[in-house]
Every structure is written in C-alpha cells, then in structure tokens.
C-alpha cells in the first residue's frame, strides 16, 4: 500500500472535486485488484459513515462502474482475486435505487471538495485524505439563474488564481490584509484567504442576491459565519458607494487588495466593473487589485484591458501558467484555453 498511496489520494482529491470521470487519474489496474487497496477506495470514496459530504450518487456510480470495470479486466483468476463485497454491494445498491433523471440532476445541489495544498508544503507534511486541507462547497453545477449569473459553481479562473494565491508569491499579497472580492460566486476564492492563507478581513460580495444565499451557506460549512473575519454583501457595480454599506465596511477594514476571477466574460458589465474599481482607487489610491479571466473571447478581455487603460489604470501581467491536468496535484481545472492573471494599480 505504501507505494500506490499518493497515488491513490491523488485520485481521491479529483473524485471529491467531481473531476471529469474520463480524466480520473487511476493507479495502475494490477493494483486496484488488491484487497488492501479496495478496502481503502471504498473508505475513503464511498463510505457515507465515515465521508459526509461526498459527491452526487449519479457521479459515485459512475466512477464505481468504472472501477469495477478496471479490477475485472486486470483480473487473471476470478477465485483469487475478487471484487470486495463492499464494493459490489454499494454499486448494487445505487443501480437498484436508480439515479435521478438528467433534468433533475442539473438542479441537484452537489458537495465540492476542493484540497488547498500550498506551493510551500513541505514534502514531510502530512498531506493525504483526511488532513489535505480543503474547502467544501454546495454547488448547482448546471444552473444559471433568471439573471444570467453563473455564480452556482466555481470556475478555471477561481481555480487558477487560487492555485496561485497558494504559491510563496501569491501568498504574500493576501497574508495580514484586508480583501475585498467582487463577484465572489460561491466564494470559493474568499474561503480560501480566510480559511487557509491568513487574510485579515475578507469581504466577498455577488451582484445577484441568490447567489449570496447560496454563498453564505457555503461560508458555513467552512465554519467561517463570524464577522470578525468575512463580511457578505451584494454589490452591484456602477453604483456611487457614498453612504453605502461600503463605505463603513472600508472605515472598519480599510481594503488593502481587490479580487475577482471570472467576471470579464460579459462585455455590457466591463464599464460598471471599471467605474467601480475606479470608485476603489477614489477611496484607497495605493489599492492593488487581482483580476483573472479565462480568454474566451480575446476581444473582450482586450476590452477590459483598454477601459483600465482609459481610467488611467496600470495594468500588468502576472506570469503563472496553469500546470498541465496530468501534473496537477489539487485544484484541478482545464488548462487548455488561455488563463490570464492582471495586476491594476493607479498612479498615486
């Protein structure tokens, strides 16, 4: 066992991060047939009495049947080697019960497990199944409410910059100060400077009132509801900040770094986003801000680039490149279409 564990936490880490089943990184099929090594994925990936946030029956069946089906090819000797009864008799059980339609399923809330793993870790820490740290999040993977927001699920560019806030670099913007996100989502990125990198204050905000519900849900089940440490707002950009709830949240916790990942995708929302960040500046010159997008569409992220520029703004690159799927070992997200990490200042 103790030569395929890595191995196998790794393929726990994507499992519970409902990773794409076809990108699963599986330890080799010779393995898997051992009795030690069923004995600890059903554990460790199936076992709803000791794991209470795993993921959506339809998704464990999936990866179950995989599973089986990898121990019966590697299999030479059907008496030798079994398949656990554990195994089958969770597999038996899901197909018994059957899974809930595809409709349905969309809307399902799902639990997302996230591990955290800082670029700084020592290779003698103790990271593996239960102490990798992690954040858990209740997810609609496949929903998009009324007013178009996407704020149901956490996205590459989230998980790109929390995959660099996680690096000695990134770590050090965030570590002591006071954060401010706009268009948090699920708050995954806030969660992650409160819970594991040491941020002062974290004050994470949505535009869409929904989505801070589901939001502060999640802050919840990271034990994070004292506002001494995270604040929960909705703010709609565009709008003067003059007697506002932001402003006594700035007076309280001055805002040192501005966040926010994914919110450059819509090219009618740019100009409110810029305007507000100019509205930041007006209260905090030396203000920096941390803006990561997925370059979908060049055109409108080169958008984004020259309404920063018109405000006067200093944009800068900042060089990280997501680490091919195969060499991730947390936060695993698709590294195939360009990621970008901007850093604004203004000129004091």
């Not at 047939?33 to 069946?61: A, C, H, I």
């Not at 990798?132 to 998009?144: S, Y």
């Not at 535009?207 to 509801?225: C, F, M, R």
């Amino acid at each position: 066992m103790s030569d395929i564990d890595p191995q196998l936490h790794l393929l726990r880490r994507q499992y519970l991060q409902l990773f794409e089943p076809d990108f699963l990184a599986w330890p080799p099929s010779k393995f898997l047939k051992g009795p030690d090594v069923q004995k600890w994925l059903y554990k460790n990936l199936f076992d709803p009495t000791r794991n209470s946030r795993l993921p959506p029956e339809k998704y464990q069946m999936r990866i179950l049947k995989q599973l089986v089906d990898k121990i019966e090819k590697a299999t030479e000797d059907l008496d030798k080697d079994e398949i656990s009864d554990e195994i089958m008799t969770c597999l038996t059980s899901f197909m018994s019960r059957g899974v809930l339609p595809e409709f349905d399923a969309a809307l399902e809330e799902a639990y997302v497990t996230f591990t955290c793993i800082p670029e700084a870790a020592d290779s003698s820490d103790d990271y593996g199944n239960t102490s990798d740290p992690t954040i858990t999040l209740l997810e609609q993977r496949h929903l998009i409410s009324g007013s178009r927001t996407t704020g149901f699920r956490t996205w590459e560019a989230s998980l790109h910059l929390g995959s660099y806030l996680l690096t000695r670099d990134g770590s050090r913007l965030v570590r002591g100060k006071n954060v401010l996100e706009l268009g948090a989502g699920t708050g995954f990125l806030s969660i992650l400077l409160a819970k594991h990198l040491q941020a002062n204050h974290v004050t994470t905000t949505d535009g869409d009132e929904g989505v801070i519900e589901s939001l502060k849900e999640n802050l919840a089940l990271n034990n994070l509801e004292d506002q001494q440490q995270m604040r929960t707002e909705t703010l709609r950009w565009g709008h003067d900040f003059t007697g506002t709830w932001v402003e006594n949240d700035y007076t309280t916790h001055p805002y040192d770094v501005v966040i926010g990942a994914d919110i450059t995708y819509d090219k009618v929302a740019i100009s409110a986003l810029v305007s507000t960040l100019d509205s930041l500046f007006d209260m905090r010159p030396k203000l920096s801000v941390i803006i990561a997008g997925v370059v979908r569409n060049a055109d409108t992220f080169q958008t984004f680039r020259d309404d920063c520029v018109r405000h006067q703004f200093i944009v800068g690159d900042i060089n990280f490149e997501p680490k091919p799927m195969r060499q991730q070992q947390a936060l695993f997200y698709a590294a195939a279409v360009p990621m970008k990490i901007l850093s604004i200042t203004r000129p004091c």
